[in-house]
T-cell receptor, first 116, second 110 residues
Framework: SQTIHQWPATLVQPVGSPLSLECTVE??????LYWYRQAAGRGLQLLFY??????ISSEVPQNLSASRPQDRQFILSSKKLLLSDSGFYLC???????????????FGEGSRLTVL | SQQGEEDPQALSIQEGENATMNCSYK?????LQWYRQNSGRGLVHLIL?????REKHSGRLRVTLDTSKKSSSLLITASRAADTASYFC??????????FGPGTSLSVIP
């Protein structure tokens, strides 16, 4: 079976500090990978998605970046955090096969980032 | 905006009552899904309805889709306190984008 791990679960960082959130998927190959951000009491905003190693698409311009160094590893980074980066970050994966890809997403448990 | 809209934003009901949440969207879709999120947790997929389907059931869940009105509804029958969560409609567009609605916060009072 497939599992997704995301860490750290919570993070408190000062403004201007760097960020690294990690996500790994087990039990499948070549998944589509996603990073979402959820502001308090709001829906999810797609930040980045990846269809393969080194292939990253950005949905929203900001001071965040994403990387996919390995097939099942997805990293969200920032060189200098802003107050507005606070939120709940969710990693997700979906099947890569276009015909079988209904768009169903499988989510990690999330990382709550507080920037002070 | 390609974002979906959901109503109500918040819903509070007594245990045993039915809960109905609605979702509208603006673009052509391949399918529409509903997800549930417990407070501070990841999202869990509940049910998927394809664009050529009108109604689907799964346990106490019933989803309808009206593509002419670009709307969907999620009905939870005989609600339980454990159903308290946020519910999101999510639609996959014809261009393979997956878009989330803002969600409905459901509180089921024991």
């Amino acid at each position: 079976s497939q599992t997704i791990h995301q860490w750290p679960a919570t993070l408190v960082q000062p403004v201007g500090s760097p960020l690294s959130l990690e996500c790994t998927v087990e039990g499948t190959s070549n998944p589509n990978l996603y990073w979402y951000r959820q502001a308090a009491g709001r829906g999810l905003q797609l930040l980045f998605y990846s269809v393969g190693i080194g292939q990253i698409s950005s949905e929203v311009p900001q001071n965040l970046s994403a990387s996919r160094p390995q097939d099942r590893q997805f990293i969200l980074s920032s060189k200098k955090l802003l107050l507005s980066d606070s939120g709940f970050y969710l990693c997700a994966w979906s099947w890569w096969l276009a015909g079988a890809n209904t768009g169903e997403l499988f989510f990690g448990e999330g990382s709550r980032l507080t920037v002070l | 905006s390609q974002q979906g809209e959901e109503d109500p934003q918040a819903l509070s009901i007594q245990e045993g009552e039915n809960a109905t949440m609605n979702c509208s969207y603006k673009t052509s879709i391949n399918n529409l899904q509903w997800y549930r999120q417990n407070s501070g947790r990841g999202l869990v997929h509940l049910i998927l309805i394809r664009s050529n389907e009108r109604e689907k059931h799964s346990g106490r869940l019933r989803v309808t889709l009206d593509t002419s009105k670009k709307s969907s509804s999620l009905l939870i029958t005989a609600s339980r306190a454990a159903d308290t969560a946020s519910y999101f409609c999510v639609f996959k567009t014809s261009y393979d984008k997956v878009i989330f609605g803002p969600g409905t916060s459901l509180s089921v009072i024991p």
